[in-house]
């Protein structure tokens, strides 16, 4: 599967964001999709995971109540919505893909998006 990430770009803070993320090829239904960022100088920070049919979803503590995740399957379509922008959310955005039943750690990942810069000015 090819991941495609869109919707990034330079906001202020308390702003919204809506990130997409199309996947091209066979089985968008078979993966579990997860939303990554990475800070400058720092390792890739887990987001959220969606289970393939979307109805779990897992978030981590640093966005859980500010950040939504969901999926399209009939559009193979991830989304990020991410409300309250805070100077410190600016990092590259990543959507990735995984056959696993579980997906905290970016290892548990195959296939991984192009990423998508969030800049976020106080």
């Known amino acids: 599967v090819q991941l495609q990430a869109s919707g990034g770009g330079s906001v202020q803070a308390g702003d919204s964001l809506r990130l997409s993320c199309a996947a091209s090829?066979?089985?968008?239904?078979?993966?579990?999709m997860g939303w990554f960022r990475q800070a400058p100088g720092k390792e890739r920070a887990f987001l959220a995971t969606l289970s393939r049919d979307g109805r779990g979803i897992y978030y981590s503590d640093s966005v859980k109540g500010r950040f939504t995740a969901s999926r399209d399957n009939g559009k193979s379509t991830v989304y990020l919505q991410m409300n309250s922008l805070k100077p410190e959310d600016t990092a590259v955005y990543y959507c990735?893909?995984?056959?696993?039943?579980?997906?905290?750690?970016?290892?548990?990942?195959?296939?991984w998006g192009q990423g998508t810069q969030v800049t976020v000015s106080s």
């Open positions: 090829g066979h089985g968008f239904r078979g993966y579990r």
């Open positions: 990735a893909a995984t056959t696993s039943i579980v997906g905290t750690q970016a290892t548990q990942y195959t296939y």
